[in-house]
């Protein structure tokens, strides 16, 4: 069953969203060589905190980190490790912000450093993607013409589109209905309603969309050891269209 949600909620998922914000604007700050994916997860860790917020993952199916840090190949659920970042890398960093019962998603890819050109097209196809996403996300429409989109303009661009791990709805949990894909058919799923609160997430890879996990049973990555990259926002439908919950530009 898919949950509408009211105004007030959507409000409250909002301030969530917005400290969600001010973490992806520290960790641009602190994004370079040298700095590893656990101190930026602790940073950020301490700046929820500082916010009266916490870190929704943290516990979730025994989750240990406050973010995903996800490393050049690897799709989605990297660990925050140790290892310092390297010039050239690029890494997402995803994660839930929880602020008094309110959720928010979203997950950023960044360059480290000086990126190759073909990282560089990577980002910006992914992140272009996203908006494209978002701009079906109408009342009326369906969740398929979501995935359409994305899908038809990645594969364009010569790149693919992960299949195993989509998009979700969100709301007193992480993962709720709607299941968002990020490829398919215009025309299929549910039909978009206003108070729908859910989230767009194309991840998309240089190489095959096809992914192997590894043995700690969370990270995934492209199985053709290619660079991916990811984008997400999450998005409330409303009678004015979609409003961005996560919005880094507001």
């Excluded at 998309?204 to 590894?214: A, H, L, P, S, T």
Aim: with cysteine.
């Amino acid at each position: 069953m898919i949950i509408l949600k009211s105004k007030r909620e959507i409000e409250q998922m909002q301030k969530a969203g917005e400290i969600l914000v001010g973490c992806h604007k520290l960790i641009a700050s602190m994004i370079k060589p040298g700095v590893s994916t656990l101190e930026i997860d602790q940073a950020v860790e301490a700046y929820l905190k500082e916010k009266g917020a916490t870190p929704e993952q943290k516990g979730y199916r025994d989750y240990q980190y406050a973010t995903c840090a996800s490393l050049n190949d690897e799709i989605c659920h990297g660990f925050p490790r140790k290892e310092p970042l390297k010039n050239g890398d690029i890494v997402t960093i995803d994660m839930v912000v929880n602020y008094h019962g309110g959720l928010a998603d979203s997950a950023w890819t960044y360059a480290v450093g000086d990126i190759s050109a073909e990282a560089k097209k990577l980002m910006e196809v992914t992140k272009k993607a996203l908006y494209k996403g978002i701009k079906q996300a109408q009342i009326g429409n369906r969740i398929g013409d979501i995935g359409y989109a994305i899908q038809q303009y990645v594969e364009g661009e010569g790149f693919s589109v992960v299949r195993d791990f989509i998009g979700h709805g969100i709301g007193k949990v992480i993962h709720e209905k709607p299941e968002v894909p990020h490829f398919g058919l215009p025309g299929k799923g549910p039909r978009i309603k206003e108070g729908m609160v859910f989230t767009i997430e194309p991840m998309v890879n240089i190489g095959d969309y096809q992914m192997k996990m590894d043995n700690n049973g969370w990270t995934a990555r492209t199985r053709d050891g290619k660079l991916s990259a990811q984008y997400e926002h999450t998005i409330a439908i409303t009678s004015d269209g979609p409003i961005i919950l996560t919005d880094q530009d507001a």
